[in-house]
């Protein structure tokens, strides 16, 4: 597996060279970049130029893209809602999908392989309803993203409309098989379990989201410093799938210029 670091680490920080450097000697392949803006402002076309050039005369990887969130550039504190793609609010389904669509439009000059996107909020419930609008969204955004090389990926959240089991059906149903899904460990700790997640994904795991937590708050600890057993999981992943990259999304709060580079490497090493 890929060793990938979301640069949702740095996300209290505009996203420049210099942390992309910063990753890059931590031990990262490449980075899942944070569509947050002013983290990420994929609306200026400057920063957008800026990372392309940089990524054409570095090794590191651009291997994916974490679809925004909240529309705006306070990270949700603002009190804006956050992007739906399945709400049952026709405006809000088509703002999110065109907040989405910019974003990804950043693929134009920075070739990210992947695209991960979160179905929903996290009091959706599973429902013929939201069965559909899936549905739609989904076929809408790969036939979006696939010219332009780029991959579309669901992530399990702790909402019912996104437990494993129901994106399974919502893949399934639609016969989306070129969606992969994107396994966030951290959120399937914290309602069906890891070992449930992973048996319910199986082969269609392509990449992992990787961080820590008790079982209750979606903390974003390091690896090994919440209650998840990494030992067991990691064996379970290998022997279900082969997924391309394990990714480090640790929370934007533990960063620590003195010490985030010793972390990072350290978590990788843990989590092989």
């Given at each position: 597996m890929?060793?990938?670091?979301?640069?949702?680490?740095f996300?209290?920080h505009?996203?420049h060279?210099?942390?992309?450097?910063f990753a890059?000697?931590?031990?990262?392949e490449g980075v899942?970049?944070?569509?947050?803006?002013?983290?990420?402002?994929?609306t200026?076309r400057?920063?957008?130029l800026?990372?392309a050039?940089w990524?054409r005369?570095?090794?590191l990887v651009?291997f994916?893209?974490?679809a925004?969130?909240?529309?705006e550039?306070a990270?949700?504190r603002s009190?804006?809602?956050a992007?739906?793609?399945?709400?049952?609010?026709k405006?809000q389904?088509?703002?999110?999908m065109?907040?989405?669509?910019?974003a990804?439009?950043?693929?134009?000059h920075?070739?990210?392989?992947?695209l991960?996107?979160?179905l929903g909020d996290k009091?959706?419930?599973?429902?013929p309803?939201?069965?559909e609008?899936?549905?739609?969204?989904?076929?809408?955004?790969?036939?979006?993203?696939r010219?332009?090389?780029?991959?579309v990926?669901?992530e399990?959240?702790?909402s019912?409309?996104?437990?494993p089991?129901?994106?399974?059906?919502?893949?399934?149903?639609?016969h989306?098989?070129s969606?992969?899904?994107?396994?966030?460990?951290?959120?399937?700790?914290?309602?069906?379990?890891?070992?449930?997640?992973?048996a319910?994904?199986?082969?269609?795991?392509?990449t992992?989201h990787a961080?820590?937590?008790?079982g209750?708050?979606d903390?974003?600890?390091?690896?090994?410093?919440?209650?998840?057993?990494?030992p067991?999981?990691?064996?379970?992943i290998?022997a279900?799938?082969e997924?391309?990259?394990?990714?480090?999304?640790?929370?934007r709060?533990?960063?620590?210029?003195?010490?985030?580079?010793?972390k990072?490497?350290?978590a990788?090493?843990?989590?092989?």
């Amino acid at each position: 597996m890929l060793k990938i670091l979301s640069t949702h680490l740095f996300q209290l920080h505009r996203l420049h060279p210099g942390l992309l450097e910063f990753a890059h000697r931590s031990g990262a392949e490449g980075v899942e970049i944070y569509a947050a803006r002013p983290h990420f402002d994929y609306t200026r076309r400057e920063d957008i130029l800026e990372l392309a050039s940089w990524f054409r005369s570095n090794p590191l990887v651009p291997f994916s893209m974490h679809a925004p969130i909240f529309p705006e550039g306070a990270l949700g504190r603002s009190g804006a809602m956050a992007l739906n793609l399945v709400s049952s609010d026709k405006s809000q389904r088509i703002e999110a999908m065109d907040e989405i669509k910019r974003a990804l439009e950043a693929a134009e000059h920075i070739p990210m392989r992947n695209l991960v996107v979160h179905l929903g909020d996290k009091w959706d419930n599973f429902s013929p309803q939201t069965l559909e609008f899936s549905l739609t969204a989904l076929e809408h955004l790969g036939a979006f993203a696939r010219p332009l090389g780029v991959r579309v990926l669901v992530e399990n959240l702790t909402s019912d409309h996104t437990a494993p089991q129901n994106l399974m059906t919502i893949l399934e149903t639609g016969h989306l098989d070129s969606i992969g899904v994107c396994l966030d460990l951290g959120h399937a700790h914290m309602t069906v379990g890891v070992q449930e997640a992973i048996a319910a994904f199986g082969k269609r795991i392509t990449t992992v989201h990787a961080h820590d937590n008790h079982g209750v708050k979606d903390e974003h600890l390091w690896p090994g410093d919440g209650a998840i057993d990494w030992p067991q999981t990691m064996a379970q992943i290998k022997a279900a799938a082969e997924p391309e990259a394990i990714i480090l999304e640790i929370d934007r709060n533990l960063y620590d210029p003195a010490t985030a580079q010793e972390k990072v490497g350290e978590a990788f090493e843990f989590v092989a």
